[in-house]
Nanobody
């Protein structure tokens, strides 16, 4: 599956951005979709992920209440709505896909569980 992320940019603290990640090549609903981010000098970290068709989501604690992941199966696109942005949210944001191998599989939150990655989109939050 090929992933194309977009929507990054420069925003002031307290502002909002919506990231998009368009998927192509395979059945979109067969994949967990996730967002990760990597700040300069830091490891790539998990942000949020969503199930294939159940709509179940997981968000890391630092973004709960501010970020929301969603998916549109008709458009084969996953979104990350980011509100109340903080300077510490500044990073390159990557979307990723992990195959759903069993119906009871838990939503993956580790980088190593994702097999496909988009190219990344820069988010910069000024104070």
């Amino acid at each position: 599956v090929q992933l194309q992320a977009s929507g990054g940019g420069l925003v002031q603290a307290g502002g909002s951005l919506r990231l998009s990640c368009a998927a192509s090549g395979r059945t979109f609903s067969s994949y967990f979709m996730g967002w990760f981010r990597q700040a300069p000098g830091k490891e790539r970290e998990f942000v949020a992920a969503i199930g294939g068709s159940s709509g179940s989501t997981v968000h890391t604690d630092s973004v709960k209440g501010r970020f929301t992941i969603s998916r549109d199966s008709a458009k084969a696109t996953v979104y990350l709505q980011m509100n109340i942005l903080k300077p510490e949210d500044t990073a390159v944001y990557y979307c990723a896909a992990a195959p759903i191998r069993t119906i009871l599989a838990a939503i993956p939150t580790y980088r190593s569980q994702y097999e496909y990655w988009g190219q990344g989109t820069q988010v910069t939050v000024s104070s």
